[in-house]
């Protein structure tokens, strides 16, 4: 129960953002909402007077609304009668809704009937205020509909009931398709409705009006079940069995805690009742996970309906651990090297960034991170939650940044490719293991793989590590591209896995390496620049030493023979400009040991001695031609 906890204690130290509407990115509002309340999408307002009359209404596109909420109309189904305490689908808040064509499945229990009811108890209890009296006064007169239709915001049909779908039959009777068919709600019949209060007083709408918050909170305090021990905090307080759902988006059914198995073996067998195996208050169940919706919305990254969220009270923006380099240094608002002179220059300023999230050297609050899926549509888990000391939390983002470092050139920003120094993206991980087209569930399922490596401190999969060496292994089934971007993500891993067995390889390169594979990478390096340089830049198709570059991973001692035969044409085309690489070939064969050269398959290092030589030949060209 301690992300449950966490949660709660996150809702408490925000209070001040209770309500409060926030906008993300493509305007999707969201709000950290108040206890007893949800959100619905709504397809009509309603404008009701000070005197309890109806004035206006008009149709929405399926806008948010903020409402509040009983536990019973939370998990409402079926033919379930259970009203919401105010805004509602037009058959429990219309009261001609049989009038005009609407069907009851239960003849016993009219809809209508429990909602006006339900709304009269509140609005005549001592936390009613003069909006709630103005609605109630309008709605017990049972004429929405009629007036609705006079307004021209539903559509009846020659017999005076409410059309159901629009078809061509009326669009030839009327002409034009009326705005609540293309409102999102399924019929007329299914329409939401939300009611607002015009007073010159108050300028809010009731659903953004603190007061009718805390009316309907104070009011329903007191409706609540019978107090028991809550698991979370220890406390003697109202208890639920039912616990929120919509915690990724409007339509998600998925609940994290549920016990409405009574005939099976969800707990029977170890609890009688659901509430012996885990007891939580009303209050904390609702604080908990409205501060979970709250997060998922403002920070938390959704992916194929995985969800990952890392948070902290204190309210900073921390990086999570699926970032990389350039992430990190643009929330810390740190100017990024275009072209760093050394990884570790680049590498010390990632740290610097990492250190600037430590604002506070006295006060370190606690970071969270939590993993969120679900099998099925109504159940929901937690896959992987941590919860550790905020500067314990830094220091090993910033272990990962130094350890699964590599110089990468695929990120772009206003200028153009910025060459920067760090870890790879998780999400670019699964680019470099399994490819740009891989599926969302694929790279949810690496992204979760890689979080532990990050923040416990564990070793990279070996399966992961393996299958991006094999496709940078495996250039020619590739764009030019894709396979640079694979290739030095790929390197960071590689780094990452040798670091783990205590063996340091780093972007420079190791001229004093009598490692084989390594050589041999270096060897393979020097025939793509040579064979590069006599190609020219018109000539884009790949070199010798690329195209067997799969072949040479697998059978080095064989095919550098086919690849040195391939490279006399393109050393006579360069002539004395060939010297200075071929005697660089001669200089790394003669490291070998007589015994190494032969066809054992490499090592994943001769990616990093390819990478590293190519990369020491391209600077030195670079250096030439600036000379």
Not at 383 to 395: C, F, H, P, S
Request: hydrophobic residues 35%.
């Amino acid at each position: 129960m301690s992300w449950l906890y966490q949660l709660y204690q996150t809702y408490e130290r925000n209070l001040d953002q209770v309500g409060v509407v926030a906008k993300k990115q493509g305007d999707r509002e969201y709000a950290l909402l108040p206890i007893s309340h949800t959100t619905q999408n709504a397809h009509v307002e309603v404008v009701i007077d000070e005197d309890g009359d109806f004035l206006e209404a008009k149709v929405l596109n399926k806008e948010s609304t903020l409402i509040p909420c009983t536990e019973e109309a939370s998990s409402r189904s079926g033919s379930k009668i259970a009203p919401y305490p105010l805004h509602d689908k037009l058959s429990y808040v219309a009261g001609d809704f049989v009038k005009y064509g609407g069907k009851i499945k239960n003849q016993d229990q009219v809809p209508f009937d429990t909602y006006i009811q339900n709304l009269e108890e509140w609005a005549h209890s001592p936390y009613t205020n003069e909006k709630l009296t103005c609605m109630y006064n309008y709605l017990k007169k049972g004429t929405l509909i009629e007036d609705l239709v006079e307004k021209h915001v539903l559509v009846v049909d020659e017999h005076q009931k409410l059309i159901e779908r629009w078809n061509k039959k009326h669009e030839d009777k009327t002409g034009e398709k009326p705005a609540i068919f293309s409102s999102g709600a399924t019929d007329q019949f299914s329409v939401f409705i939300r009611f607002t209060v015009y007073h010159p007083e108050s300028e809010d709408d009731v659903w953004k009006d603190k007061e009718m918050y805390d009316s309907f909170i104070a009011f329903y305090n007191e409706k609540l079940g019978e107090e028991d021990v809550c698991f979370v905090t220890g406390e003697r307080l109202p208890s639920t069995e039912r616990h929120a759902n919509k915690i990724r988006h409007a339509a998600d059914k998925a609940k994290l805690i549920s016990a409405n198995d009574n005939t099976g073996f969800t707990f029977r067998g170890r609890f009688k009742t659901s509430n012996e195996a885990v007891g939580i208050s009303y209050e904390v169940s609702q604080k908990a996970h409205n501060a979970l919706k709250w997060l998922i919305h403002r920070q938390g990254k959704v992916i194929d309906n995985r969800v990952f969220l890392v948070w902290s009270h204190d309210n900073e923006v921390i990086p999570g651990p699926e970032e990389d380099a350039m992430d990190i240094m643009r929330h810390s608002n740190r100017e990024i090297e275009r072209e760093p002179d050394t990884g570790q220059i680049f590498a010390g300023e990632v740290k610097k960034a990492i250190d600037g999230y430590r604002h506070d050297l006295t006060y370190e609050p606690d970071v969270n991170i939590l993993v969120l899926d679900s099998a099925t549509t109504g159940r929901m888990a937690v896959l992987y939650y941590r919860n550790m000391n905020k500067g314990l939390y830094l220091d090993r983002l910033a272990n990962w940044h130094t350890t699964c470092a590599w110089e990468h050139r695929y990120r772009k920003d206003e200028e153009g490719f910025v060459v920067f120094y760090g870890a790879p993206a998780t999400r670019d991980l699964a680019f470099a293991a399994y490819g740009p087209r891989a599926s969302d569930k694929v790279v949810k399922g690496l992204m979760e793989r890689m979080i532990p490596c990050i923040v416990d401190q564990r070793s990279v999969p070996k399966d992961i590590v393996r299958s991006a060496f094999l496709r940078a292994s495996n250039p020619v089934s590739m764009e030019r591209w894709e396979w640079e971007k694979t290739l030095t993500i790929t390197c960071a891993l590689i780094r990452k896995m040798f670091m783990g067995m205590k063996e340091e390889w780093n972007v420079p390169l190791n001229t004093a390496s009598r490692d084989r594979s390594y050589l041999f990478g270096r060897l393979l390096a020097v025939a793509d620049v040579l064979e590069r340089g006599a190609l020219g830049k018109e000539e884009i198709r790949a070199t010798n030493a690329i195209r067997y570059m799969n072949s040479f991973s697998k059978n080095p001692g064989r095919t550098w023979k086919t690849i040195q035969e391939s490279l006399q044409p393109y050393q006579a085309k360069l002539g004395t400009k060939a010297t200075y690489l071929s005697k660089i070939i001669d200089e790394i064969s003669d490291q070998f040991d007589i015994e190494d050269f032969n066809n054992t398959p490499l090592t994943e290092k001769y990616l990093l001695g390819f990478y590293s030589q190519r990369r020491e030949l391209y600077k030195k060209k670079e250096e030439e031609t600036t000379e």
